[in-house]
């Protein structure tokens, strides 16, 4: 997500309650020792889930220190094609794949951003020769 007031909603939804899951955080304001701190913790399996703001290179990636599948939900869809590819390449790499799932509700800017972005991720794709066939059936879906 982009906005820390998100990430902090979403974390005491998860953290609360009967069905409790912990939650690692990631984000701008935590020093980087702690940053790291918290994505062992999710890649060691002590946090089920990590929530966090940044773009920048961590690594969530399946493998690193156990073999749980995982799965990505961007809630604050961005604009940029490239700062997409770089939030989902955090937990889709070295040959692993990452189910990634964009949040947003139609009739909503967010959707808006979501017709636009999987266009602007087709092209980016498209120059450098990736297979493009799904993000043509998702963008021809959010056009419907």
């Known amino acids: 997500m982009a ?3 998100t990430l902090t909603a979403l ?3 998860l953290e609360g309650g009967l069905g409790a899951v912990k939650c690692a955080v990631i984000h701008g304001g935590i020093p980087a020792g702690e940053r790291e701190a918290e994505r062992l913790r999710f890649q060691r399996g002590e946090a089920r889930v990590v ?5 920048e ?9 156990d073999d749980v599948p995982r799965s990505e939900v961007i809630h604050d869809l961005r604009w940029s094609a490239i700062q997409m590819a770089q939030i989902e390449g955090r937990c889709h790499r070295d040959g692993r794949f990452a189910q990634v799932y964009w949040a ?4 909503t800017v967010e959707g808006k951003i979501a017709r636009v972005v999987a266009g602007r991720l087709q ?3 498209e120059m450098i020769g990736d297979d493009v066939e799904t993000l043509r059936e ?7």
């Open 51 to 55: 929530l966090f703001t940044v773009e």
């Open 3 to 5: 906005f820390l007031e």
């Open 123 to 125: 092209a980016m794709k």
């Open 138 to 144: 998702i963008e021809s879906l959010l056009r419907a």
């Open 57 to 65: 290179g961590i690594s969530l990636h399946q493998g690193e220190h």
């Open 11 to 13: 974390r005491e939804t």
């Open 104 to 107: 947003y509700a139609d009739g």
